[in-house]
């Protein structure tokens, strides 16, 4: 029997974020020849990363498997690594073929992010660089952010569907988180229809964001969206038949659990009703996992900005299933992790441990009102969170 452990694997970077001290409404930031006055920059780990690094906030340090190069980036992210307490177990590969990756991270206050990013030895990981000792301590891998790394996606996903196939096979649970592709990069340009039709029957538990699983699933939709408010606020123009479309959609491929990341919106909660679907090995009874529908709202935090929040929602979620917690409770867990993510300009440093999380939801933490209409739903009190009208379980 495995233990509960989680390895992290795949995408990660070096985050350099700046401070600003300032931000006038209406200012243009990037524009050619300017110069924009910002405080002093922070160095922190990026990519799938950040997941690993919340885990060990919430004090289950998880593993991390990933690549750098041989470059003063590779130094940082060490140095970065080492210093987290409890520090997560590392398992780098060091490739000479290409750099490190890094971000630079533009996040004024109150603004959406602007990265600016070298993907790097990120574009040769591959099913290889898992290493077995890794996929045996693992009960959980989680891989994060294959829509950034070139060999995961070209060739309509085969090294994605290699990685998981490679997990599978060491009898550990599938995990898989995206981010949104670039729409005029070659991951932007790749057929996402096709390669989740090739790879979410591997995919055990699938955590993308709204505008994500639009943009690769419905992409007509998405553009025309987009077009017609702004892409930033796509998920607030959601309803819930399109979410039971997109999220049904994925079941029917093949994926047992969603974790859908709908911003300052919440996480729906979305599972398979298939017994033959469940994944033994995630230690979770199906009486109480099979045929979920659960929206959990955010909770109401001192805002500073948004990076990292998503990784935290499913760091959050990750980790009360590897607990062995209600959905009703591992929903609420996730949203609270990523509201305390919003508290600091980095992804993780606002992140505390379980018991300063859960005790600040036990006192009443106030939620933010959904602004998607959720006809049929109700409200359960208890719980903190919406159920849909077809939920299958009343657990708390």
Same mark, same amino acid.
């Given at each position: 029997?495995?233990? !509960?452990?989680? %390895?992290?694997?795949?995408?990660? *970077?070096?985050?350099?974020?700046?401070?600003?001290?300032?931000?006038?409404?209406?200012?243009?930031?990037?524009?050619?020849?300017?110069?924009?006055?910002?405080?002093?920059?922070?160095?922190?780990?990026?990519?799938? +990363?950040?997941?690993?690094?919340?885990? *060990?906030?919430?004090?289950?340090?998880?593993?991390?498997?990933?690549?750098?190069?041989?470059?003063?980036?590779?130094?940082? @992210?060490?140095?970065?690594?080492?210093?987290?307490?409890?520090?997560?177990?590392?398992?780098?590969?060091?490739?000479?073929?290409?750099?490190?990756?890094?971000?630079?991270?533009?996040?004024?206050?109150?603004?959406?992010?602007?990265?600016?990013?070298?993907?790097?030895?990120?574009?040769?990981?591959?099913?290889?660089?898992?290493?077995?000792?890794?996929?045996?301590?693992?009960?959980?891998?989680?891989?994060?952010?294959?829509?950034?790394?070139?060999?995961?996606?070209?060739?309509?996903?085969?090294?994605?569907?290699?990685?998981?196939?490679?997990?599978?096979?060491?009898?550990?649970?599938?995990?898989?988180?995206?981010?949104?592709?670039?729409?005029?990069?070659?991951?932007?340009?790749?057929?996402?229809?096709?390669?989740l039709e090739r790879t979410l029957p591997l995919t055990d538990f699938f955590h993308p964001s709204f505008e994500e699983l639009l943009f690769m699933l419905e992409r007509d939709t998405y553009e025309r969206m987009a077009r017609e408010g702004g892409e930033g606020e796509l998920v607030h123009r959601a309803t819930p038949e399109l979410l039971d479309r997109l999220t049904g959609a994925l079941l029917d491929l093949g994926c047992a659990l969603i974790g859908l990341k709908l911003g300052d919106q919440g996480l729906?909660?979305?599972?398979?009703?298939?017994?033959?679907?469940?994944?033994?090995?995630?230690?979770?009874?199906? !009486?109480?996992?099979?045929?979920?529908?659960?929206?959990?709202? *955010?909770?109401?935090? =001192?805002? %500073?900005?948004?990076?990292?929040? /998503?990784?935290?929602?499913?760091?959050?979620?990750?980790? +009360?299933?590897?607990?062995?917690?209600?959905?009703? !409770? !591992?929903?609420?867990?996730? %949203?609270?992790?990523?509201?305390?993510? =919003?508290? +600091?300009?980095?992804?993780?440093?606002?992140?505390?441990?379980?018991?300063?999380?859960? /005790?600040?939801?036990?006192?009443?933490?106030?939620?933010?009102?959904?602004?998607?209409? @959720?006809?049929?739903?109700?409200?359960?009190? +208890?719980?903190?969170?919406?159920?849909?009208?077809?939920?299958?379980?009343?657990?708390?």
């Amino acid at each position: 029997m495995k233990s !509960a452990s989680i %390895v992290i694997a795949g995408h990660l *970077c070096l985050d350099i974020i700046p401070t600003f001290t300032e931000t006038k409404t209406g200012e243009r930031l990037i524009e050619f020849g300017k110069l924009l006055d910002v405080g002093p920059a922070s160095f922190s780990i990026g990519g799938v +990363a950040n997941t690993a690094v919340d885990l *060990c906030r919430l004090h289950q340090p998880p593993g991390l498997v990933a690549l750098v190069g041989q470059d003063a980036w590779a130094g940082l @992210l060490r140095e970065r690594l080492h210093a987290i307490e409890p520090a997560p177990r590392l398992w780098l590969g060091v490739r000479d073929d290409a750099p490190s990756s890094y971000s630079i991270v533009i996040s004024p206050p109150g603004e959406d992010r602007i990265f600016f990013h070298c993907r790097g030895v990120n574009d040769v990981f591959s099913a290889d660089d898992l290493p077995d000792e890794a996929l045996r301590a693992a009960r959980i891998v989680h891989v994060g952010y294959p829509t950034l790394m070139a060999g995961m996606y070209r060739d309509t996903g085969a090294g994605l569907e290699a990685v998981l196939r490679r997990i599978r096979a060491a009898g550990c649970v599938t995990s898989v988180d995206p981010s949104r592709p670039d729409p005029e990069s070659e991951s932007g340009r790749a057929d996402w229809a096709a390669i989740l039709e090739r790879t979410l029957p591997l995919t055990d538990f699938f955590h993308p964001s709204f505008e994500e699983l639009l943009f690769m699933l419905e992409r007509d939709t998405y553009e025309r969206m987009a077009r017609e408010g702004g892409e930033g606020e796509l998920v607030h123009r959601a309803t819930p038949e399109l979410l039971d479309r997109l999220t049904g959609a994925l079941l029917d491929l093949g994926c047992a659990l969603i974790g859908l990341k709908l911003g300052d919106q919440g996480l729906y909660l979305r599972t398979t009703s298939d017994p033959a679907r469940w994944p033994e090995t995630a230690g979770l009874d199906p !009486a109480h996992w099979l045929g979920r529908r659960l929206w959990a709202p *955010c909770f109401a935090s =001192t805002f %500073v900005g948004t990076t990292g929040s /998503g990784d935290a929602t499913i760091a959050g979620l990750l980790g +009360a299933i590897a607990e062995g917690r209600s959905p009703e !409770a !591992a929903v609420r867990d996730a %949203v609270a992790v990523g509201a305390f993510s =919003t508290e +600091a300009a980095d992804a993780s440093s606002g992140i505390r441990d379980w018991a300063t999380i859960r /005790g600040r939801v036990a006192e009443g933490w106030k939620r933010r009102p959904v602004q998607i209409a @959720l006809d049929g739903w109700a409200w359960d009190e +208890a719980a903190g969170l919406w159920r849909a009208p077809d939920d299958a379980g009343t657990d708390i």
